[in-house]
């Protein structure tokens, strides 16, 4: 497809403007095409930004290293460009728009020079849903464009609904020197715009994911009256033949792709199920009737790879078996690929993430041990995959939603699973929601981090305008979803996990459905509605009555110290807290005080 067969005159303008600011040489439309595709990874294999995998082993698999200062999110160099820095808000980077232009124009200037520019249309979204929004990322880096074709719905369908004059979010993308000091990764909502520079890591660069799906759409849905969340989206079948489906939204390393794809234990296993919409990203409308339903946006998984085996996630295990890229994971001659705790060989005749020769058990010369696979290293895989994927997944108006979890890892303090009491209490809970950090970060080991709906870096606006915006949200809605609090990680006075997690979580999320349904009463708390001993089914489980009087304790001591650690933080979001969350913090702390 050419340029000039373009029927958009503005995109075709605008990809003209670009392509001759970075002196690209050639344009190349992808069209999503099978044949075209094929060319491209050929492309990609000669220039050695992919190498290709055992094809026996892994069908249509491909590995890639990135750089290795180029590895993660960079949120220092993440901007939110919004004419008043008062939009962007007490937890965003902000640079006004036009010295972001200027700076990023000096860095994109002749960046492509001799070099192909990939225009890749793409919809977040099943196509052509009434809910979906279209984007047009730019880019000179073929990883992208073949993981934007794993992540997304792309092609040229995507630009026969776009028609002739269709509204989409313009992404430029380009590697230039992969220099953090030449890096921005900067959002124009109000030009609907993302220009991103220097990097080559996925949730900087396949700019629908983190910088369209949630901060761009976060300032969309607040103007349009939906949601754009950092959520999976699953749903529960059960013995009565019906499936619930509920979202969750938990931080880094809490198990939200294990969640999303959980197997039930094998006694449930005949009369639980579990489909999976999405893992990552949820965009939530009010439906005309009365409740909430929710699309996964995407149409691929960036799954973190160290942890992924058999045992954690035997869904993931098979997702990836085919159709993915493999990003900073160990290597070795026969291409087959390697990474910590995968239950699989290790190689002897490894290479690693930055490309050196490794083994396991290798030390550096302080003894420290050298892992193979970087901590944030990745895989790319289209949930079409998916053994538990949902059928509605490509729905244009997805699912209904009945719960929404949020979680966090706290080793202390909160129980298994509790319920808010109303909408308003459940804003509160995930706007004070937190996790200890863990071994797996480098600085700041046990230190509480709050992370107001797992938002805290995609939130696209002001985040006092956007907890206002959940709180007016909820009480809009006829039908509000129930909001649920969980911890998987609770640990005992011996140091050990309470809870074994993983598969066992089900048995939480069949407390859940029975309460959404309401089949089961509550014991009413200081802190929310928890379980009665009685209606969760511990059934095979090895939990002594003491170990579960200790996942479900509230002590009053410790919250009495956590409320203050939240005073801080809430503090830290200035005057235009929304007053409603103040006055829930002060009624908990009211119930405490007196227990
Ligand atoms: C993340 C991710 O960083 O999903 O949250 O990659
Ligand atoms: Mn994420």
Same mark, same amino acid.
């Given at each position: 497809?050419?340029?000039?067969?373009?029927?958009?005159?503005?995109?075709?303008?605008?990809?003209?403007?670009?392509?001759?600011?970075?002196?690209?040489?050639?344009? &190349?439309? +992808?069209?999503?095409?099978?044949?075209?595709?094929?060319?491209?990874?050929?492309?990609?294999?000669?220039? =050695?930004?992919?190498?290709?995998?055992?094809?026996?082993?892994?069908?249509?698999?491909?590995?890639?290293?990135s750089?290795?200062?180029d590895v993660a999110r960079t949120?220092?160099?993440?901007? &939110?460009?919004?004419?008043?820095?008062?939009?962007?808000?007490?937890?965003?980077?902000?640079?006004?728009?036009?010295?972001?232009?200027?700076?990023?124009?000096?860095?994109?200037?002749?960046?492509?020079?001799?070099?192909?520019?990939?225009?890749?249309?793409?919809?977040?979204?099943?196509?052509?849903?009434?809910?979906?929004?279209?984007?047009?990322?730019?880019?000179?880096?073929?990883? +992208?464009?073949?993981?934007?074709?794993?992540?997304?719905?792309?092609?040229?369908?995507?630009?026969?609904?776009?028609?002739?004059?269709?509204?989409?979010?313009?992404?430029?993308?380009?590697?230039?020197?992969?220099?953090?000091?030449?890096?921005?990764?900067?959002?124009?909502?109000?030009?609907?715009?993302?220009?991103?520079?220097?990097s080559g890591y996925g949730g900087n660069a396949? %700019?629908?994911?983190?910088?369209?799906?949630?901060?761009?759409?976060?300032?969309?849905?607040?103007?349009?009256?939906?949601?754009?969340?950092?959520? *999976?989206?699953?749903?529960?079948?059960?013995?009565?033949?019906?499936?619930?489906?509920?979202?969750?939204?938990?931080?880094?390393?809490?198990?939200?792709? /294990?969640?999303?794809? %959980?197997?039930?234990?094998?006694?449930?296993?005949?009369?639980?199920?579990?489909? !999976?919409?999405?893992?990552?990203?949820?965009?939530?409308?009010?439906?005309?009737?009365?409740? *909430?339903?929710?699309?996964?946006?995407?149409?691929?998984?960036?799954?973190?790879?160290?942890?992924?085996?058999?045992?954690?996630?035997?869904?993931?295990?098979? !997702?990836?078996?085919?159709?993915? &890229?493999?990003t900073?994971?160990?290597?070795?001659?026969?291409?087959?690929?390697?990474?910590? =705790?995968?239950?699989?060989?290790?190689?002897?005749?490894?290479? /690693?993430?930055?490309?050196?020769?490794?083994?396991?058990?290798?030390?550096?010369?302080?003894? /420290?041990?050298? /892992?193979?696979?970087?901590?944030?290293?990745?895989?790319?895989?289209? &949930?079409?995959?998916?053994?538990?994927?949902?059928?509605?997944?490509?729905?244009?108006?997805?699912?209904?939603?009945?719960?929404?979890?949020?979680?966090?890892?706290?080793?202390?303090?909160?129980?298994?699973?509790?319920?808010?009491?109303?909408?308003?209490?459940?804003?509160?809970?995930? !706007?004070?929601?937190?996790?200890?950090?863990?071994?797996?970060?480098?600085?700041?080991?046990?230190?509480?981090?709050?992370?107001?709906?797992?938002?805290?870096?995609?939130?696209?606006?002001?985040?006092?305008?956007?907890?206002?915006?959940?709180?007016?949200?909820?009480?809009?809605?006829?039908?509000?979803?129930?909001?649920?609090?969980?911890?998987?990680?609770?640990?005992?006075?011996?140091?050990?996990?309470?809870?074994?997690?993983?598969?066992?979580?089900?048995?939480?999320?069949?407390?859940?459905?029975?309460?959404?349904?309401?089949?089961?009463?509550?014991?009413?708390?200081?802190?929310?509605?928890?379980?009665?001993?009685?209606?969760?089914?511990?059934?095979?489980?090895?939990?002594?009555?003491?170990?579960?009087?200790? *996942?479900?304790? +509230?002590?009053?001591?410790?919250?009495?110290?956590?409320?203050?650690?939240?005073?801080?933080?809430?503090?830290?979001?200035?005057?235009?807290?929304? +007053?409603?969350?103040?006055?829930?913090?002060?009624?908990?702390?009211?119930?405490?005080?007196?227990?």
């Amino acid at each position: 497809m050419k340029l000039e067969e373009l029927n958009h005159r503005e995109l075709e303008r605008w990809i003209r403007e670009m392509a001759a600011l970075c002196a690209a040489s050639e344009i &190349i439309i +992808v069209d999503g095409s099978e044949e075209q595709r094929k060319k491209l990874i050929e492309r990609a294999l000669q220039n =050695e930004e992919l190498i290709k995998l055992d094809q026996d082993k892994y069908p249509n698999c491909y590995y890639h290293r990135s750089s290795p200062t180029d590895v993660a999110r960079t949120e220092h160099l993440t901007f &939110i460009c919004t004419p008043n820095e008062d939009q962007a808000g007490p937890t965003n980077n902000w640079m006004s728009p036009k010295i972001a232009y200027e700076k990023a124009r000096a860095i994109f200037e002749d960046s492509m020079r001799g070099r192909a520019m990939y225009v890749i249309p793409f919809s977040m979204g099943p196509i052509g849903s009434p809910r979906s929004k279209i984007g047009v990322e730019l880019t000179d880096s073929l990883y +992208v464009v073949l993981s934007m074709l794993i992540m997304t719905r792309a092609g040229k369908e995507v630009l026969d609904v776009l028609g002739i004059d269709g509204e989409f979010t313009r992404c430029m993308h380009g590697l230039a020197e992969r220099d953090p000091k030449k890096r921005l990764i900067l959002h124009f909502p109000q030009d609907n715009t993302i220009w991103s520079v220097g990097s080559g890591y996925g949730g900087n660069a396949l %700019l629908g994911k983190k910088c369209l799906a949630l901060r761009i759409a976060s300032h969309q849905a607040r103007q349009e009256n939906w949601l754009a969340e950092h959520m *999976l989206i699953m749903g529960i079948g059960d013995p009565d033949g019906n499936t619930t489906f509920i979202t969750g939204a938990f931080p880094s390393a809490c198990g939200k792709t /294990n969640l999303a794809m %959980l197997i039930p234990p094998e006694q449930f296993k005949k009369k639980w199920s579990i489909w !999976t919409m999405g893992d990552d990203i949820g965009w939530l409308f009010p439906e005309t009737n009365g409740w *909430l339903w929710a699309i996964n946006p995407e149409n691929g998984m960036f799954g973190v790879a160290p942890g992924t085996n058999h045992q954690s996630n035997p869904n993931a295990m098979k !997702t990836i078996e085919s159709d993915t &890229i493999f990003t900073n994971v160990v290597l070795n001659s026969d291409g087959h690929v390697w990474w910590e =705790e995968l239950d699989d060989e290790p190689p002897t005749d490894g290479v /690693n993430w930055q490309g050196l020769p490794w083994y396991l058990g290798m030390k550096d010369a302080k003894g /420290n041990i050298i /892992n193979g696979a970087h901590p944030n290293s990745r895989f790319t895989a289209p &949930i079409k995959n998916c053994p538990s994927k949902s059928q509605r997944t490509d729905w244009p108006n997805g699912v209904q939603i009945s719960a929404i979890l949020f979680g966090g890892r706290r080793n202390t303090l909160a129980p298994l699973v509790y319920e808010a009491r109303d909408w308003e209490h459940g804003v509160y809970i995930a !706007t004070t929601m937190s996790s200890e950090v863990t071994a797996a970060q480098e600085r700041g080991q046990g230190e509480v981090r709050y992370d107001p709906m797992a938002m805290l870096p995609f939130i696209g606006y002001n985040i006092n305008d956007y907890l206002s915006h959940w709180l007016r949200f909820g009480k809009r809605l006829k039908h509000p979803p129930r909001i649920f609090h969980v911890n998987w990680f609770r640990k005992g006075e011996n140091g050990q996990y309470l809870w074994p997690g993983y598969g066992d979580n089900l048995r939480v999320l069949q407390w859940i459905v029975k309460r959404v349904h309401g089949q089961v009463a509550a014991i009413e708390t200081p802190i929310g509605f928890m379980p009665r001993p009685e209606d969760l089914d511990l059934a095979g489980l090895n939990i002594g009555e003491k170990e579960l009087n200790l *996942l479900f304790r +509230v002590d009053k001591d410790e919250w009495m110290i956590e409320l203050e650690l939240r005073e801080k933080f809430l503090e830290k979001l200035g005057m235009t807290l929304p +007053v409603s969350i103040y006055k829930q913090h002060l009624l908990l702390k009211e119930r405490i005080e007196k227990m």
